[in-house]
């Protein structure tokens, strides 16, 4: 049940990892929750606590006014709207299918002539935080519809708005997955090279996490070159960014370890 003490029907469309995890915040959230799978034998734990089975996905998302799915791609998805579309019509659906921004687009095109309101999300959590309070869940799309469900959605974890744009979720899903794919590279090839001086990546991973957390906080500044460039001082010189870039390649280097990932960051300095 919400907050404001609402039951809701919702339907679940793919229960793998993710879409099992949401299906059972909203049962236990005390919402009236319909599923269905490709692979049934996956919705049995979930029958278990209370849901129901649907015999296909077009009843699936007969069943209730909200409908979420959360299967592997944007292939899968299209596949179980479109022949569905005359039912979804005044239902909103809700895409938490890791997608790129123009095939959100594309997909609340499609909505949108269909009489359907889409909100398309990107989830920022692994299956076992969902519910949990370091989960978030970014969202764009029909705006009125997000403002309609945003208590159910919460159950997932916090909801974050992102603008009406259908691919607005999907592309802070998309820039925040690129930074943190980023910081592990960065530490990839920390490890090797500290183990040519006799460390190791264990010690260095105790030393570098704490650091980049503190480094993250400068964000902001960084942000503001990005946002309004115009008016913005760097505290570092573009100069000094390269200068240690250029040095950190050369110890790379020394070290044996040389990959193309400085010379790709130099590339990224602003200014150069
Ligand atoms: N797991 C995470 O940490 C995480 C985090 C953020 C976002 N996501 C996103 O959540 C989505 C689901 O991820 P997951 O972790 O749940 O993956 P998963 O465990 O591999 O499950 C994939 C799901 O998609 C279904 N599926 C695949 N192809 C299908 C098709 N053609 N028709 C119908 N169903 C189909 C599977 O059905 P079967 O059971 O029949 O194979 C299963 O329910 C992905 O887009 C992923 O990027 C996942």
Not at 10 to 33: K, P, T
Not at 51 to 57: D, E, I, M, R, S
Not at 111 to 125: E, H, K, P, S, W
Request: net charge negative; proline share 3%.
């Amino acid at each position: 049940m919400t907050n404001s003490g609402t039951t809701q029907r919702v339907s679940v469309i793919g229960l793998g990892a993710m879409g099992a995890a949401l299906a059972q915040a909203l049962l236990r959230g005390g919402h009236r929750v319909t599923v269905w799978n490709r692979t049934p034998a996956k919705a049995e734990a979930l029958v278990g606590d209370g849901a129901v089975l649907a015999a296909t996905a077009a009843d699936a998302m007969a069943a209730s006014d909200l409908v979420i799915l959360c299967v592997l791609d944007d292939a899968a998805v299209r596949e179980h709207l479109e022949p569905a579309a005359e039912r979804l019509r005044g239902r909103t659906v809700v895409n938490l299918t890791t997608t790129t921004p123009e095939q959100a687009r594309s997909l609340g095109a499609w909505a949108g002539g269909n009489g359907i309101d889409l909100i398309d999300g990107g989830i920022m959590a692994v299956p076992a935080m969902i519910g949990g309070p370091r989960a978030f869940v970014l969202y764009s799309g029909a705006t009125a519809a997000f403002e309609r469900y945003r208590e159910v959605l919460g159950l997932f974890g916090r909801a974050e708005w992102a603008g009406a744009d259908f691919g607005a979720a999907a592309m802070y899903d998309l820039a925040i997955l690129g930074g943190m794919y980023s910081m592990f590279a960065g530490f990839q090839q920390g490890g090797r090279m500290v183990r040519t001086t006799g460390g190791t990546a264990t010690h260095l991973a105790t030393l570098m996490a704490p650091f980049l957390q503190a480094m993250a906080g400068l964000f902001g500044q960084y942000a503001l070159g990005i946002d309004d460039p115009a008016s913005y001082v760097p505290e570092q010189s573009a100069d000094f960014t390269v200068g240690a870039l250029r040095t950190i390649a050369t110890a790379a280097d020394e070290s044996g370890t040389a990959s193309e990932l400085f010379e790709v960051l130099l590339k990224t300095v602003p200014g150069i």
